[in-house]
Nanobody, 126 residues
Framework: QVQLVESGGGSVHAGGSLILSCAAS????????IGWFRQAPGKEREGVAI????????NYADSVKGRFTISRDNPKNTVYLQMNSLKPEDTAMYYC???????????????????WGQGTQVTVSS
């Protein structure tokens, strides 16, 4: 049974840092594209970062480039999102998600991801 479990959310002041973790069971992370998404109240879910299957190369939304880093620990089957220089506009529920097959487009939409975690809240105060 496939399961994704996020952890690491919390409340920080602007300029602070958090690291989110997403542990997977039931499949091998390196064979899936893994994305971090976020959704603020009243807004659509948006992609934040992605790490591609196989190579582990990464891509980021413009709003987080230079501040967030996605990485993958293959032995632990865990994906991380290091978030630095946090801003109040980063406040949202953060979700990790995995595709159902090897490979994905350059910037897949939420509908392209089959497996989702339960989410973890990140709140950044000014």
């Amino acid at each position: 049974q496939v399961q994704l479990v996020e952890s690491g959310g919390g409340s920080v002041h602007a300029g602070g840092s958090l690291i989110l973790s997403c542990a997977a069971s039931g499949f091998t992370y390196s064979r899936r594209c893994i994305g971090w998404f976020r959704q603020a109240p009243g807004k659509e879910r948006e992609g934040v970062a992605i790490i591609y299957s196989g190579s582990g190369s990464t891509n980021y939304a413009d709003s987080v480039k230079g501040r967030f880093t996605i990485s993958r620990d293959n032995p632990k089957n865990t994906v991380y999102l290091q978030m630095n220089s946090l801003k109040p506009e980063d406040t949202a529920m953060y979700y990790c998600a995995a595709t159902g097959q090897f490979g994905c487009s350059l910037w897949p939409a939420p509908r392209d991801f089959v497996y989702w975690g339960q989410g973890t809240q990140v709140t950044v105060s000014s």
